[in-house]
Each structure stands twice: as C-alpha cells, then as structure tokens.
C-alpha cells in the first residue's frame, strides 16, 4: 500500500510543476499583452507574478529563470523614460536605481547590460543638474567598460565622451581636458588623423583650453581640427567654415584682432557661397565678424555689419526672436562706443523688450539690456531714470547670481560709477537709494560728496 503510495506521488509532482508552468505561463503573457499596448505599469504585477513561480520551478542556470526580471526592468525603463520626458527627474532617479540594482542581481557587476543601466542612471542625473553623482556613475561605468569591452569598444569610446561633457558643464574643464584627450588618441588609433571622429574630438578639447584662457593650445589644436575638417569635408563645405571661424573666435580672444578679422572674413564669404545671404549661418557670421571690427576700433563697419546681421534675423526668424535682440544688444553697445547716446538707448529698450518676453523680467540678459539703457542716461545725465534702471539691474542679478558673483559686483561697480557723476550734479545721494548704508561705497560716496562741497 505504501509503496503505490510513493508511486503516486512520484507521477503527481510532475503535474504539479506543470500546473505552476502553465500559471506562471498565464501570468507572463498577460504581461507581455500590457507591455506591447504601452501600458508597462500594468504589466509588472503580472511579471512579478510569473517571476515569483518561475522562481520555484527552474534552476537558476536555466533560461526561463530571469525571463519574467528581463521583462520587469524592460518595464521599468519604460517607465523611466516616461517620468524623464515628463522632467520628473527625482522618481527617475529612484526607480532608475532600482532597475540597476534589479540587473546587477541578473547579470552581475561585471557585464555591459548592468554597464548601460548605470550609465542611463548617471545620464539622469545629469538632467537633474547633479554632476557629481552624475561623473561618479559615469567614471564607474567607464572602468566597467574597460574591463569588460576593451579600450576599443565604441561603447567605451561613448563613455569618454559622457565624462567630458559631464566635467565641462559643471566647469570642470582640467578634468574635461584628460578625458577629451583620452578620446582624441582613441579615434586617432581607430580611425585615423585624418577622420571626422579624431577632428570632432579635438575641436571639443580646443573648447576646454579656451574656458581655462590657454588661448595658446586652444588655437593650436583648433588649427588642426581646420585642417582635418578641410581635408574631410573640403575647402567649400560648411564644416571647415564653422571650423575656421571657431578659430578666428579664438584668436580674437587671445587679443589678435587683425589674424581674427581677417579669418572671419575668409569664414563669411565661404558661409554665403554655401548658404547664401539670406541665411542665419551668415548673419552669424557677420555678427561674429562685426565684434572682430569693433575690437578693431573700425566701428562704422562693425555697426555695417551688425545691421546687416540684424535684417537678416529680423526677416527669417521675427522682430521678437532673442537673436534679433542680441544683434539690436550690439547695435547699441556700437552706438555707445561713437558716442552716439540716442542711437544706443533706442537699440538697447528694443532689445530690453525681446529679452523681456524671450528670457523673462529676471533674466541676465533683460538685466544687461537695461543696464545699456541705464548708462545711456547716465551720458545724458539723466540720473534718475540711471539710478533706478541700476536698482532694477541689481535686484535681478542678486536674485540670478547671487551678490558674491562678479556680474552682480560689476553692477554695483557700474552704480558707483553713475553714482560720482551724479553727486556733481545733486546731492540726494545715490547713497540712501542704491547703496547699503556704512558699506564701503557708501562711505566713499559720502567722501566724494564731502570733496565736491555739495
């Protein structure tokens, strides 16, 4: 009796994994109908179901034993490009972290699927303005690459190139520039000194040496991205143009006015060859152009230039798009350096009115018009309208910077400035109005004051 006993139960355990089979069956592929409607938050309590089961019936080293997990963090990270797109970053954060974990149990720390996660983990980070988790991630995904894929892996390639952004917009340019230079030799060895990938790479590096003013190796490097780039894309394409007004940027930068303008006018003809001149390639570069003649002290072709530019914006792009006020911003700088004060107040309340709408009533770049406008008046000595176009400069840059940035001291520099030239017209001090009282300028007004006998 016992013995058909056993015998029995021998023959039902396995009706037993089979009936689990089946259910775990019926979980999973109810799931897979919610994934591919697009409804992946449906389907992972189905997954979780089939995972629980798949669990019990297969070994670990068989195929179905993680095939419901695969399917959780496919729906996961689903769901994370959802809050992502949404700007939700803090959610994506965490359930991003959580996919991560959920492949490093799968796969591993040493595979380039647990890789990708952490590197899409570290991306969202970055869209979160967290750069130092951010690199932190990135740099550990760059050695798992490594270790796993080789220096020679696209993928590995990718990484630097995540890690140098990722150091260059959180203004760590000394570590941008290893990371830059460590892709620049990789694509000089993959594919060669005279390829796209190894002129793209340098010309990034040339941009990290500018931010730290090494204008030396900046040009250097960028006059080797506009040789690669001519060889590449040839003497007529758009490319070498960008290429070399980059270049002539630079060189401006390093006070060679005359080496800048003269290749800004090579980068000009060739933008309106391709382009034409009807095109905002070509009003940037005369944009571009003019501020080379301005530095140059050739203010009436600057002033040429710049109109020009500001015609072609204003016709493609709208009297109110921001880079037509950027070019009517210029015109009014230019005005001011001929003295002509009207002229200059005119251009910068058209641009103040663009910045206003187009960057918002506390934008740094609605502050700046009005400061053109506030020094316009202090020229003709109207100081009031100064005084309290200078307030309004303040408030916005304090609340924008902060009052320990060099903007928001340059403004009270600035303040200071119109404050000297109204005390010799009137008393009724600046001082009480835009000055903290006891603070440092305002002890020295009060001696300028004492000095002029008001």
Same mark, same amino acid.
């Given at each position: 009796m016992?013995?058909?006993l056993?015998? $029995?139960?021998i023959?039902?355990?396995?009706? %037993?994994?089979?009936?689990?089979s089946?259910?775990?069956?019926?979980?999973?592929y109810k799931?897979?109908?919610y994934?591919?409607a697009?409804?992946p938050?449906?389907?992972?309590?189905?997954f979780?179901? &089939?995972?629980e089961l798949e669990?019990k019936?297969f070994?670990?080293?068989s195929d179905?034993?993680?095939?419901?997990?695969i399917e959780?963090v496919?729906?996961? $990270?689903?769901?994370?490009?959802?809050y992502?797109s949404?700007?939700?970053?803090?959610?994506a954060?965490?359930l991003q972290?959580?996919?991560v974990?959920s492949v490093?149990q799968i796969?591993?720390?040493?595979d380039?699927?647990?890789?990708?996660m952490?590197?899409?983990l570290s991306?969202?980070?970055?869209l979160?303005?967290?750069?130092?988790?951010?690199?932190?991630?990135?740099?550990?995904?760059?050695?798992?690459?490594?270790k796993v894929l080789?220096e020679?892996?696209?993928?590995?390639a990718a990484?630097?190139?995540?890690?140098?952004?990722?150091c260059?917009?959180?203004?760590?340019?000394e570590?941008?520039?290893i990371y830059?230079t460590?892709?620049a030799?990789l694509?000089k060895?993959?594919?060669?000194?005279n390829?796209?990938?190894y002129g793209?790479a340098?010309?990034?590096?040339?941009k $990290?040496?500018?931010?730290?003013?090494?204008?030396?190796? &900046?040009?250097?490097i960028?006059?080797k991205?506009?040789?690669?780039?001519?060889?590449v894309?040839g003497?007529?394409?758009l490319?070498?143009?960008?290429?070399?007004s980059n270049?002539a940027s630079l060189?401006?930068s390093?006070?060679?006015f005359?080496?800048?303008?003269?290749m800004?006018v090579?980068?000009?003809?060739?933008v !309106?060859s391709?382009?034409?001149?009807?095109?905002?390639?070509y009003?940037?570069s005369?944009s571009?152009l003019s501020?080379?003649?301005s530095s140059l002290e050739?203010?009436?072709?600057?002033?040429k230039l710049e109109t020009?530019a500001?015609e072609?914006r204003?016709?493609?792009?709208?009297e109110?798009?921001?880079?037509?006020?950027?070019s009517?911003g210029h015109l009014?700088?230019?005005?001011? %350096?001929?003295?002509?004060?009207?002229?200059s107040i005119r251009?910068?309340?058209m641009?103040?009115?663009? $910045?206003?709408?187009?960057y918002?009533p506390q934008?740094r770049?609605y502050?700046?018009?009005?400061h053109r406008?506030?020094?316009? %008046?202090a020229d003709?000595?109207n100081?009031?309208?100064?005084i309290?176009?200078?307030r309004?400069?303040l408030?916005?840059l304090k609340q924008?910077?902060?009052?320990?940035?060099?903007e928001y001291l340059?403004?009270?520099?600035?303040?200071f400035?119109?404050?000297?030239?109204f005390i010799?017209f009137?008393?009724?001090?600046?001082r009480s109005i835009i000055?903290?009282?006891?603070s440092t300028?305002w002890?020295?007004t009060?001696?300028? %004051?004492? !000095?002029a006998?008001c």
């Open positions: 016992i013995k058909h056993l015998s $029995f139960l023959l039902l355990l396995p009706l %037993c994994v089979l009936g689990q089946n259910e775990a069956d019926q979980y999973f799931g897979v109908a994934e591919s697009d409804q938050d449906k389907a992972i309590p189905y979780e179901k &089939s995972a669990k019936i070994e670990p080293s179905n034993y993680h095939r419901s997990d959780i496919k729906c996961k $990270f689903s769901i994370v490009n959802n992502i949404l700007q939700n970053y803090n959610e954060i965490k972290t959580n996919v974990e490093k796969v591993g720390e040493e380039e699927v647990y890789a990708t952490l590197n899409n991306y969202v980070y970055k979160a303005g967290n750069y130092d988790e951010a690199i932190k991630l990135g740099s550990a995904t760059l050695d798992i690459r490594r080789g020679k892996h696209p993928n590995y990484s630097l190139v995540n890690m140098k952004y990722y260059s917009e959180s203004g760590k340019y570590q941008a520039i830059a460590q892709l030799d694509y060895v993959l594919s060669g000194e390829s796209k990938e793209v340098l010309s990034d590096l040339a $990290f040496y500018a931010h730290l003013r090494n204008y030396d190796a &900046s040009i250097r960028q006059n991205v506009t040789e690669i780039f001519k060889q894309f003497s007529n394409s490319e070498y143009a960008v290429a070399l270049l060189y401006h390093n006070h060679n005359g080496i800048a303008a003269k800004g090579q980068a000009s003809e060739l !309106k391709i382009n034409g001149e009807q095109s905002l390639e009003a940037t005369l571009n501020v080379y003649y050739n203010y009436s072709e600057a002033i020009k500001a072609i204003k016709k493609l792009l709208g109110n798009h921001k880079e037509y006020g950027s009517l009014s700088a230019l005005y001011s %350096c001929i003295g002509n004060t009207q002229e251009y910068a309340i641009s103040s009115n663009i $910045f206003k709408v187009a918002g934008s770049a502050a700046t018009a009005l406008i506030a020094n316009g %008046c003709l000595k100081y009031d309208d100064a309290k176009l200078m309004e400069v408030n916005i924008e910077v902060g009052e320990y940035h060099p340059n403004g009270w520099r600035i303040g400035h119109i404050t000297q030239h010799l009137t008393c009724r001090g600046l000055l903290a009282p006891h300028l002890h020295t009060v001696r300028c %004051c004492q !000095k006998s």
